[in-house]
């Protein structure tokens, strides 16, 4: 007699790298056992899925869980909750935390705190800085290090590398892709004065186009120079998706749901709900970063889920904090976006799974295949839902969508052959763990 599989998912439309069609899945000792028709099979448990589709589990590789330092308005196991409930099987955090995780120190603590409480799989990002760019060879493969991140503009935390040569240093020593957050300081700095106080909606004037611009030519200037990879946060303007176009040999690209969801016309009901940095922009940046979807300069997406609670965003603007949280509605918003025609599904799997995958070489994740990790994003297309703040597991309790209705939900998320998250309950809680990488191995 056949030895029993633990879990087959039956009736299905499995979408994977050979494209979408009904097939059951198998899943044995947390990893996918046998893709097709297993009707026969023996199994422990039988979950049925027709009318239903079964992606490659998400995955989120920029997040904002504010552990250790903030976690009045997140932590790891708050951001891996909602993580878990939007359909994200895993997420690397940000290192701007306090105190900042810029060596393996900090790193090692990140990782104990998230052991044993965070719901998806998890891996951290370590902060470029002067004063560690020599260390970089080993810090950037650590076990559980994404990579190294760098902002040459000031968001929320310390972290900041403003001047080329800081930037020049950490390149010379990387060897995986390195991540930026792209906006010039010395313009930031020059343009201050143009922050109206209490007008949330001069957040972009502040921080206008050729910021980010400027910002993204000197990186791709000094990445050539240093004959590194660099990856693009958060890109906001079609300008630079114009620019990076010219440049996909050494630079890839992150769109986030709020750039290609909101306008700058939405801080006249958001308020300092919208603010984020970069901001979001007026229509035309949003319609040219859709265009860099469709044309294939948009390799990944990332939420950029930053939290802060309704009280600090509260505060006259520009008191109040730049970030919104997402990570709990990227996946519903994305499926929404391919029910209006704006992308298709094997697009958004290739944005949202195998693209996080391949640019940063993460081990058996990103494909539903034989061998490989058992994470999966089960949606109904279909299902039409309301967005509410009260569905939010962010420990900052609120959405920029509530009340935005939406076609497409999460109606199931597995890490690793565990269900964890089944019709919007937490049903096998606490078994992250750190993602393995094959640069690392």
């Not at 909750?81 to 810029?102: C, E, H, K, Q």
């Not at 990579?147 to 930037?167: E, H, N, R």
């Not at 009280?311 to 976006?337: C, F, I, N, W």
Request: glycine share 10%.
């Amino acid at each position: 007699m056949s030895k029993a599989y633990d879990i087959v998912l039956s009736g299905g439309v499995v979408v994977n790298h050979e494209g979408e069609g009904v097939r059951d899945i198998a899943i044995g000792e947390g990893r996918i056992a046998a893709i097709g028709d297993l009707s026969r099979a023996v199994a422990v448990e039988r979950i049925y899925c027709s009318g239903l589709h079964v992606l490659p589990g998400v995955i989120d590789t920029q997040v904002h869980f504010r552990e250790p330092g903030a976690t009045h308005k997140e932590d790891l196991e708050t951001g891996s909750r909602a993580a878990v409930l939007g359909g994200v099987t895993a997420v690397f955090d940000m290192p701007n935390a306090n105190p900042s995780t810029t060596g393996a120190a900090e790193l090692a603590d990140k990782l104990a705190r998230a052991r044993g409480r965070m719901h998806c799989d998890f891996a951290f990002w370590i902060g470029g800085a002067h004063e560690n760019a020599k260390d970089i060879p080993e810090l950037e493969r650590l076990p559980g290090a994404a990579g190294i991140k760098v902002f040459m503009g000031s968001s929320t935390g310390s972290l900041l590398v403003a001047d080329d040569a800081g930037i020049a240093s950490i390149l010379a020593k990387t060897r995986r892709r390195a991540a930026f957050h792209c906006e010039d300081e010395y313009r930031l700095e020059e343009r201050k004065a143009l922050r109206i106080v209490g007008d949330p909606s001069s957040h972009p004037v502040w921080r206008d186009e050729i910021t980010a611009l400027r910002s993204t030519e000197r990186l791709l200037r000094i990445a050539r120079e240093q004959r590194a990879l660099v990856h693009v946060l958060h890109v906001s303007t079609e300008e630079e998706i114009d620019l990076l176009a010219r440049h996909k040999d050494i630079a890839s690209v992150e769109a986030t749901p709020h750039h290609l969801t909101l306008t700058s016309a939405d801080y006249a009901r958001l308020g300092a709900r919208a603010q984020m940095n970069p901001p979001v922009r007026e229509a035309r940046h949003r319609d040219g970063l859709w265009r860099g979807v469709a044309q294939g300069v948009v390799d990944i997406l990332g939420s950029d889920h930053a939290p802060h609670t309704l009280q600090e965003k509260a505060r006259p603007y520009p008191d109040s904090p730049s970030g919104m949280p997402g990570v709990q509605t990227l996946v519903p918003l994305m499926l929404d976006h391919v029910n209006a025609g704006r992308l298709t599904l094997q697009r958004l799997v290739d944005l949202t799974s195998a693209g996080p995958a391949r640019l940063f070489g993460i081990a058996r994740k990103g494909r539903i295949a034989v061998g490989y990790d058992a994470d999966l994003t089960i949606v109904d297309l279909k299902r039409r839902e309301t967005i509410r703040n009260s569905q939010i597991a962010s420990r900052c309790g609120w959405t920029p969508y509530d009340g935005l209705e939406v076609k497409g939900w999460p109606v199931g998320t597995f890490v690793r052959g565990k269900r964890v998250m089944f019709e919007g309950e937490l049903i096998t809680s606490s078994t992250g763990e750190a993602v393995r990488f094959h640069a690392a191995l």
